[in-house]
């Protein structure tokens, strides 16, 4: 789906709601034109009818009655129309499920508590654990996130232990979380499941006995044991680099590129022509650009903006000689030069000699750091005294977090799914369809 087609479908979320928006100055007068045209619809006939109906109710059923048309909500299928309902309606069947998510976020506040309009039907999908339908899937489980469609399904195959391989954050998901409450509940069950009595003591019985029992039970404990480790090391492998975190660490202390509210930029623009005159000596131009400093510092409302970089680091760094000091910025050089780098290269050295690093280095980890993507959580900010998130908003990343697919989405009949289970069904669809050539021996999607 393009973005004008998720634009399209993000337009009609918006504008669905429990309550007709309406204009304050014409209230009154749509709801007139509403109740009348939703009267128009019944004949005279029929309205008499209908009355002479109520009227022969007892008192209690016609109170009910009335109580449950006063509470009712507004029709018209969420205030979208007969089209736009069935755009919705097809468009959604080719979401997948994190997809269906996405246009479930609008959320209303009413009187009874917090409304979830889920307009994706995330909430239709059903789940199902695969673990067991071959060697492979004892080690490798897979869920199923299906929808039905009259009597087809669309599948989508989801690799457990990759998805929290490649995002710890989905062990929340709830195509996962029912796994691991599918795992601990066989281990829980265990002295059920094994039948340890006296049926199982012969050979026939031990053989019985870990085919129908025994083998669930490792492959749950092998299962959680696995996911407890993949959090782990996910955990770490995910971890930012060297070079993004120092390009966090430049952003923080305000030494952004753009950031040009700093005392570094400022004192940068006075080395200039302009400022700097040809007969000036580097102390006497020092001098002249602190006492700048020091004045646009003591300005009202002014720390607000540049205390991120100190006047007293900044004139520390401009005096200081050598390689790494700024020193050999300020004025003209022999042949009457002005030494003033470019604002980048500034900003590098001051980077350089503020943390103990090689210029060369702040230039690599920058342009290295600026290639690599950062994915950003909107669930919470990190906090060293108490991290929180609102329990909607958690629940809405979860839920439109994409886990890793196997396959792309099977349509499979009902009937063809049998006893012989959903893989089986979903092996011979691909086969009938020619889509062998998308799967490997271990069920692994190209």
């Known amino acids: ?68 048309v006063a509470n009712r909500t507004h029709p018209n299928f969420l205030q979208l129309s007969a089209d736009e309902l069935e755009k919705l309606r097809t468009a959604r069947k ?8 996405r246009l479930f976020s609008d959320l209303f506040l009413t009187a009874a508590g917090t409304a979830w309009l889920d307009l994706g039907g995330v909430f239709e999908a059903e789940i199902e654990i695969n673990d067991n339908s071959s060697p492979e899937r004892e080690t490798r489980p897979y869920a199923y996130i299906y929808f039905s469609h009259g009597h087809h399904r669309r599948v989508e195959t989801i690799d457990i232990l990759e998805s929290i391989k490649r995002n710890p954050e989905s062990i929340g998901h709830p195509a996962i979380v029912f796994a691991i409450h599918h795992w601990q509940r066989v281990i829980y069950a265990k002295r059920v499941i094994e039948r340890d009595d006296v049926t199982t003591r012969d050979e026939i019985g031990k053989v019985i006995k870990e085919m129908f029992g025994g083998k669930d039970i490792k492959t749950a404990k092998r299962n959680l044991g696995k996911i407890s480790k993949t959090l782990v090391d996910a955990a770490k492998k995910r971890a930012i680099s060297n070079e993004l975190a120092f390009a966090f660490k430049i952003e923080s202390v305000g030494l952004g590129l753009e950031n040009k509210e700093t005392f570094l930029y400022k004192a940068w623009e006075k080395l200039e022509a302009e400022f700097v005159g040809q007969t000036d000596g580097v102390e006497q131009i020092l001098a002249k650009i602190e006492t700048e400093l020091l004045a646009l510092e003591r300005r009202p409302y002014t720390g607000n903006r540049f205390d991120s970089v100190s ?136």
Do not use: C
């Open 1 to 68: 789906m393009n973005e004008e087609q998720w634009k399209e479908l993000l337009e009609l979320r918006a504008k669905a709601s429990l309550s007709p928006r309406t204009d304050s100055r014409f209230e009154r007068l749509e709801d007139y034109i509403s109740l009348s045209l939703r009267l128009s619809i019944y004949s005279h006939e029929e309205q008499l009818k209908l009355l002479a109906e109520f009227n022969e109710l007892p008192d209690q059923e016609k109170q009910d009655v009335l109580s449950r």
């Open 94 to 101: 080719d979401l997948s499920f994190h997809e269906r998510a």
């Open 311 to 446: 006047v007293r680091k900044v004139m520390e760094f401009l005096r200081k000689a050598g390689k790494k000091g700024g020193k050999k910025f300020v004025g003209y050089n022999a042949k009457g030069n002005l030494r003033r780098p470019r604002w980048k290269v500034f900003r590098n050295a001051y980077a350089a000699w503020l943390f103990g690093l090689k210029q060369s280095l702040v230039s690599e980890y920058l342009r290295k750091a600026a290639k690599q993507e950062l994915i950003e959580s909107d669930v919470y900010q990190p906090s060293w005294v108490s991290p929180k998130g609102g329990v909607i908003r958690i629940i809405h990343h979860l839920m439109t977090t994409p886990l890793v697919a196997v396959r792309n989405p099977v349509i499979i009949s009902e009937d063809n799914i049998g006893f012989q289970g959903i893989e089986a069904a979903i092996k011979k669809a691909m086969s009938d369809s020619d889509g062998e050539d998308d799967y490997d021996e271990e069920g692994w999607g190209n």
